[in-house]
């Protein structure tokens, strides 16, 4: 008999609105997330206090635990600390290094996620994967998908800007991305997934052609949307293929080469991106994405977070070790240094035009 349907790994809420916050204890109790209240909150320890002070009253049954940083020894330290308690579920409240510590302290205990975004610097916070740093740097760890992500965007507009900016250079990298997953099917025989390519794709046009602002609710609605979308286009793919491409190698080039002056994983994966663009001949592409990406306060040369062309050269040969086995335009192309050289030039000028 033939499989006719499947079943796709999602959350079961996906609250997104101003004030969402306010109703946290409600949903989850309608949800049936969590009828006794009895839940397990990871916070940092600086913006999570204020959230825990303005929360805990409306939570009684909460306990709260306070994770120092997105290591796998805070992860592991977490997760046998809430051992301890009978909880009915674990809500990781903040940023990513804080929802990637629940997230596996959940896994590690067996417990339902709950992930409360405080910002939207990257499309993690609905993902199967856990990124903590470890002795060897920082790895990628399987998990289960949050059960519900609950994003306040009154909370997402008094985080700095350039956590959503990050986020808007993640976003728009899954069409690069796309484009990689697509040219490895044409030339390696790699199965696409096309509902979990179909996601991706939507949710970072969505971004690229919105015509509000990091400060509008609008925008800041379909950005947050395009992120979740991207986190279970991951779980539907049960890899990051859908959004991770030669875009994320470049990333993860400055982030090993250049540790203590990489900027953010967005700004760093937008640029990845509308390079990878270029080198792949989708010349209009790059340049309108380039655009957005300007458009929007993130930098699109390397020079505009620090480096020389000639780092963004080193960074750029250097990536396609980064990920071994997934095929992207870089290894498409294999370029000599000089080759590389003067495909920056060309992207510059392209831009400047």
Not at 27 to 34: G, K
Not at 88 to 94: F, I, K, S, T
Not at 144 to 156: G, R, S
Request: aromatic share 6%; charged share 20%.
């Amino acid at each position: 008999m033939p499989v006719l349907t499947r079943l796709i790994p999602s959350p079961v809420v996906v609250d997104i609105r101003p004030g969402a916050l306010d109703d946290l204890s409600a949903v989850l109790a309608d949800q049936r997330i969590s009828h006794s209240g009895k839940l397990a909150v990871a916070i940092s320890g600086g913006s999570g206090a204020k959230l825990r002070e303005r929360l805990a009253p409306a939570m009684p049954g909460a306990d709260w635990f306070e994770v120092g940083g997105g290591t796998l020894d805070e992860a592991i330290k977490l997760g046998d600390a809430m051992k301890k308690g009978r909880y009915d579920a674990v809500v990781g409240l903040g940023g990513g290094k804080i929802i990637d510590c629940a997230k596996f302290a959940a896994a590690r205990i067996g417990l339902p996620l709950v992930a409360v975004a405080t910002n939207l610097s990257h499309d993690g916070l609905c993902s199967p994967v856990a990124t903590l740093d470890n002795d060897a740097g920082r790895g990628s760890y399987g998990v289960p998908n949050p059960i519900a992500v609950v994003i306040d965007l009154d909370v997402i507009r008094e985080a700095p800007v350039r956590f959503v900016r990050s986020g808007i250079g993640d976003a728009l990298s899954n069409i690069s991305a796309i484009a990689d997953w697509e040219l490895a099917n044409r030339e390696k025989g790699e199965q696409i997934d096309g509902l979990a390519a179909a996601m991706a794709r939507q949710a970072g046009e969505a971004v690229l052609r919105h015509p509000g602002g990091v400060g509008d609710d609008a925008f800041l609605q379909v950005l947050a949307e395009g992120l979740v979308l991207t986190g279970i286009s991951m779980s539907v793919a049960g890899d990051s293929r859908p959004a991770s491409g030669a875009c994320h190698e470049i990333n993860h080039g400055f982030d090993l080469l250049f540790p203590k002056r990489a900027a953010s994983h967005g700004e760093q994966c937008g640029l990845g991106a509308a390079f990878a663009m270029h080198l792949r001949g989708a010349r209009e592409e790059s340049a309108y994405m380039a655009e957005v990406l300007q458009r929007h306060g993130l930098p699109v040369l390397p020079e505009e977070i620090g480096f020389t062309p000639d780092e963004f050269v080193q960074v750029v040969e250097f990536a396609p070790s980064t990920r071994p086995g997934r095929y992207t335009i870089l290894e498409h192309l294999d370029l000599s240094t000089d080759q590389i050289r003067d495909a920056y030039a060309d992207y510059a000028k392209a831009i400047g035009s």
